[in-house]
């Protein structure tokens, strides 16, 4: 459930768009959202595991199956070890899909997404629609066939995204040419209006519209949209890749120059971080149970509502945390790259402080053995 959640929020944000502007085919969108599952499973397994946990022992304590079992003997402890032992198996699961499979699945997906704009280039100009992918243009088509085009509208923007040039032309076409990997838009029997550099948006400084009867405006994909080749991020390295960041940088703090020590320096740390937060991640499962068991039992709820709401609210603080540590990127000096393992520390020891009292119970209400009094 947590994963689906969360793949339909990355699906509207990611290609739902590419989809609606038949920019992609069916088949090529449940295979990019085939490579989004991995990292999904990154943040769904421990809310998962987490609920899972609250939901069973809940309502084994509303129906007074752990009070049975503890008056037989058997501790938290105990009683909890097949939990723990699942939650071990799914830690191991975790990170091996955030060193390996995720950061594989998602290098995939980058660039199968990237590579549509070489294959089908033209299906960015879309008619009825207010194109805004390329940098200071904002572009409309009245009707689109192919590569011929009806009612052109185009505006070219300034840094404050104000509009210093409206083209209108009655036709025009759009080329793609391969070897510039650009595309090529060449308005036809049209006009151009210029506005005041200083003041865009006074209309009384518009200059009078000049006729043309063709024109052309270059839109190099490599500047607006980049390469399909293009630069792994930290976080979508596995582990080797990872290593093998870390080594390089520590060579080139040791033989480079001043700058270039200052930069692999900074890369290092970075690669660091990444590492140090996807082991953190990976053990998020193991925290969360630690402190959903003793949770579950003292609650006693058997509400499924009530028990997903604790978990949402635990997995929220963690994630929170977690978010706040990536933001001292940079900081070098506190150490980021150790942080993350603060909210894991936090979370296991609140669950270990829980597991004690609850397998401690309260001294003040244990009755001393041969006492107990015979009631009619």
């Not at 590579?115 to 100009?125: D, E, G, T, V």
């Not at 405006?217 to 607006?224: A, F, G, N």
């Amino acid at each position: 459930m947590f994963g689906f959640i969360v793949l339909v929020g990355k699906v509207i944000k990611e290609m739902l768009d590419l989809l609606a502007e038949g920019k992609m085919s069916f088949l090529v969108f449940f295979r990019l959202v085939q490579l989004l599952l991995p990292e999904l499973l990154v943040y769904a397994l421990p809310i998962g595991v987490l609920t899972g946990v609250l939901l069973t022992m809940g309502r084994m304590s509303a129906e007074n199956e752990v009070t049975a079992l503890r008056s037989s003997g058997m501790g938290i402890f105990r009683l909890s070890s097949s939990v723990i032992i699942f939650a071990i198996l799914c830690t191991l699961a975790s990170l091996v899909v955030n060193f390996y499979y995720g950061p594989r699945a998602m290098t995939a997906f980058r660039q199968e997404k990237e590579a549509i704009i070489q294959k089908n280039p033209l299906s960015f100009i879309q008619e009825k629609t207010f194109v805004k992918g390329f940098s200071g243009l904002v572009i409309y088509v009245g009707e689109k066939n192919g590569d011929e085009l009806k009612d052109l509208w185009i505006w070219e923007l300034d840094d404050e995204n104000r509009a210093k040039r409206f083209t209108r032309a009655e036709s025009g076409e759009v080329k793609f040419y391969q070897d510039q990997n650009a595309l090529v838009l060449v308005p036809y029997r049209g006009a151009f209006e210029a506005r005041d550099p200083d003041a865009p948006e006074d209309f009384l400084k518009v200059t009078a519209a000049l006729s043309f009867e063709s024109t052309s405006i270059i839109l190099p994909l490599d500047r607006y949209f980049g390469r399909v080749t293009f630069q792994k991020k930290l976080k979508w390295m596995t582990f080797k890749e990872l290593q093998d960041v870390k080594t390089d940088a520590m060579a080139q703090m040791e033989t480079g120059t001043a700058e270039e020590r200052a930069e692999a320096e900074d890369r290092f740390f970075k690669a660091k971080m990444a590492f140090h937060e996807k082991f953190a991640m990976g053990f998020s499962v193991i925290s969360f149970t630690l402190i959903g068991v003793p949770l579950g039992i003292r609650s006693s709820r058997k509400e499924t509502s009530a028990n997903l709401f604790l978990a949402l609210g635990l997995a929220l603080g963690y994630y929170v945390l977690m978010m706040a540590i990536s933001w001292m990127d940079g900081m070098n000096q506190y150490r980021p790259d150790l942080l993350f393992w603060a909210p894991n520390f936090l979370y296991q020891g609140i669950g270990f402080w829980l597991f004690f009292r609850s397998d401690r119970g309260k001294k003040s209400s244990d009755v001393p053995a041969g006492t107990e009094t015979a009631r009619p």
